[in-house]
């Protein structure tokens, strides 16, 4: 499968003119948002706003529209796993969060300290408000809908209850969302730099990934990776056939609100 990802439409990169002309042709703005977080030793730490870009652009690639810059801050700097990682607070077998430090070059007390920090700030309300802003600014460029990709799982909660605050607010675009657990129809899709992950990111851009930086022993864990082992089950093929599932689903919700597919 050929993916290009550069040449589409971007608020950020794009000429005027170039905007203009996609934006009459398809009223839809794509937005990724992410976090920076841990994503094992193979892959960015910037992961999920990547691999949600990534999704943006492929989606952009095959419908049109404009593509959005990511959004990667203002989370809720305790919901990551350099943090939750452990046995106290996910269940972990065992405590992942100071080799993931050590490996990374972090202070676990200074994250702490951030949490900390972030907690008192109410958590997740700047995130909301921010994509409260973005969803009123994509409205006011004229833009009919917005779809946002979530790369980060946590995001969710908080990403519905955004675009709720968004509605209530007189806000017009159609929102829809696209997220991994869409993937499988019983929503157990998902996992953190492991196999779902990784392949997303083979198929959307190979040369981040480097997986011989993984163990090659089998039976030694990776560190700060939740679900199916990206060793034996990471693939660009898989990657593609995720895409062409989010690809179905912005279709359909295209189709459904009168847009030429």
């Known amino acids: 499968m050929d993916i290009d990802l550069r040449h589409v439409v971007t608020q950020h990169e794009s000429k005027p003119a170039e905007i203009k002309a996609a934006k009459e042709k398809m009223p839809v703005a794509y937005l990724g948002v992410g976090i920076l977080e841990w994503h094992g030793l193979h892959n960015p730490a910037g992961l999920d706003g990547v691999k949600a870009d990534g999704c943006a652009r492929y989606l952009a690639s095959k419908f049109g529209g404009v593509v959005m810059p990511p959004l990667y801050y203002g989370d809720h700097r305790g919901a990551v796993c350099e943090l939750v990682f452990c046995q106290e607070r996910i269940g972990c077998e065992s405590d992942h969060t100071g080799p993931i430090c050590e490996n990374i070059g972090y202070d676990k007390a200074a994250l702490l300290k951030n949490e900390a920090r972030s907690v008192k700030n109410r958590g997740w309300r700047l995130w909301k408000d921010l994509v409260v802003h973005i969803l009123f600014e994509i409205e006011s460029f004229g833009f009919r809908h917005a779809v946002i990709v979530p790369g980060h799982y946590p995001l969710f909660r908080p990403l519905d209850e955004a675009v709720k605050r968004y509605r209530r607010q007189g806000g017009s675009c159609g929102v829809l969302t696209v997220q ?82």
């Not at 040369?207 to 030694?220: A, T």
């Not at 898989?238 to 609100?257: M, P």
């Open 180 to 261: 991994d657990k869409m993937y499988a129809d019983d929503g157990s899709s998902g996992d953190h730099a492991a196999a779902f992950e990784t392949s997303l990111m083979l198929a959307l851009y190979p040369e981040l990934v480097d997986l011989s930086r993984l163990d090659r022993d089998l039976s030694k864990p990776n560190i700060g990776v939740l679900g199916e082992d990206p060793r034996t089950g990471a693939s660009a093929e898989f990657g593609f056939r995720i895409l062409e599932k989010f690809e179905k689903i912005t279709a359909e919700y295209l189709r459904k609100n009168g847009l030429p597919v």
